[in-house]
């Protein structure tokens, strides 16, 4: 998907335009090179370094590309649970979990869910927060 608009412009004007012809080539060779390399590797390194877990007393969050980053909300610190769908998660029935804590650090944000396990970890953390206690400061 990241390759194909620029792959498309490039051929196209390739096609049309005689002089320029060798030059948008290379860029399309360019583009479509860097486009697999990114496609083939981008699943696997975000499957390696995406985590999330919950437990009764806090979600826990690892992401990240190259700058790695560890979250940690207590469940004491959620405001509100959201489920997001956009156009192309409700295409491969994805959804995203998005946890709003008393924070500045912002929002957080699990990706990529199945859409089922979503509602279902969007409802777990509603009832346990519920349930919690709030901090008494």
């Known amino acids: 998907m990241v390759v194909l608009p620029p792959a498309v412009v490039l051929a196209a004007l390739a096609a049309l335009i005689e002089p320029a012809r060798t030059g948008l080539l290379v860029a ?23 985590r999330w877990e919950t437990t009764a007393d806090a979600v826990y969050i690892a992401s990240g590309w190259i700058w790695q980053e560890w979250h940690a909300a207590p469940m004491t610190r959620i405001q509100t649970v959201d489920t997001v769908r956009g156009p192309l998660q409700q295409l491969f029935r994805l ?43």
Request: aromatic share 4%.
């Open 95 to 137: 959804a995203g979990v998005t946890v709003t804590t008393a924070s500045a650090a912002g929002a957080i944000t699990i990706q990529g869910l199945d859409r089922q396990v979503a509602a279902d970890l969007a409802l777990q953390l509603t009832e346990i927060t519920q349930a919690t206690p709030g901090d008494a400061t």
């Open 28 to 50: 399309l060779a360019a583009v479509v090179i860097v486009g697999a390399g990114y496609l083939i590797v981008m699943p696997q390194w975000r499957y390696r370094v995406h």
